[in-house]
Nanobody
Framework: QVQLVESGGGLVQAGGSLRLSCAASGRTFSNLVMGWFRQTPGKERESVAAMSWYGRRTTYADFVKGRFTISRDNAKNTVYLQMNSLKPEDTAVYYC????????????WGQGTQVTVSS
């Protein structure tokens, strides 16, 4: 069973940057499609970005294009989300997810990490 552990969340001022990390264990990481989602209270979880097994394919939500970058290091079993030019509306709990198909179908989730952007 794959386990995902996120880290790197925190409080940052608008315009600042954060890098989230998600460490995977329990399965060959390169066989996993990885993604990031976010959720705020009262709203459904929404996709932020996804990356295929060796990084050849990526997708981004329109609201993060040009600001966020997903990357992965298969040697470290880790996926990252570099978040630049953060806005208060980016405040959310960010979740790492894993799946095995492309287009992505995610069925494994991390516990989430809080990102708060102050104005």
């Amino acid at each position: 069973q794959v386990q995902l552990v996120e880290s790197g969340g925190g409080l940052v001022q608008a315009g600042g940057s954060l890098r989230l990390s998600c460490a995977a264990s329990g399965r060959t990481f390169s066989n996993l499609v990885m993604g990031w989602f976010r959720q705020t209270p009262g709203k459904e979880r929404e996709s932020v970005a996804a990356m295929s097994w060796y990084g050849r394919r990526t997708t981004y939500a329109d609201f993060v294009k040009g600001r966020f970058t997903i990357s992965r290091d298969n040697a470290k079993n880790t996926v990252y989300l570099q978040m630049n030019s953060l806005k208060p509306e980016d405040t959310a709990v960010y979740y790492c997810a894993a799946g095995s198909n492309w287009p992505p179908l995610f069925n494994i989730w991390g516990q989430g990490t809080q990102v708060t952007v102050s104005s």
